[in-house]
């Protein structure tokens, strides 16, 4: 069974940052891609940033130059460094992965991780 835990959310200060983690595990065969979304209510879920193997990384316009997403392949380990973090940052963040498995190629998700922003 493969899981994705994450971890580094928490509240912060305009202009401050965070780092996310998000680490695989089980029996996982190869990753084709990690990355993450990010959500507040009543709004759809939105990539933030993705990492495919062997691919260029993508950011939303609204965190470009401000979040680096960057992969540990030896972990099984996607980071999100946050800087500058503006209020509208706030929303749980999701960390995915398009992972290779024994049972097959599926996406996995995180439980998600508090990430408040304060003015």
């Known amino acids: 069974q493969v899981q994705l835990v994450e971890s580094g959310g928490g509240l912060v200060q305009a202009g401050g940052s965070l780092r996310l983690s998000c680490v695989a595990s089980g029996s996982i065969l190869g990753i084709n891609a990690m990355g993450w979304y990010r959500q507040v209510p009543g709004k759809q879920r939105e990539l933030v940033a993705s990492?495919?193997?062997?691919?260029?990384?993508t950011y939303a316009d609204s965190v470009k130059g401000r979040f680096t997403i960057f992969r540990d392949n030896a972990k099984n380990t996607v980071y999100l460094q946050m800087n500058s973090l503006k209020p509208d940052d706030t929303a749980v963040y999701y960390c995915y992965g398009n992972l290779r498995s024994v049972g097959g190629t599926f996406v996995y998700w995180g439980q998600g991780t508090q990430v408040t922003v304060s003015s």
């Open positions: 990492i495919p193997t062997g691919g260029a990384t």
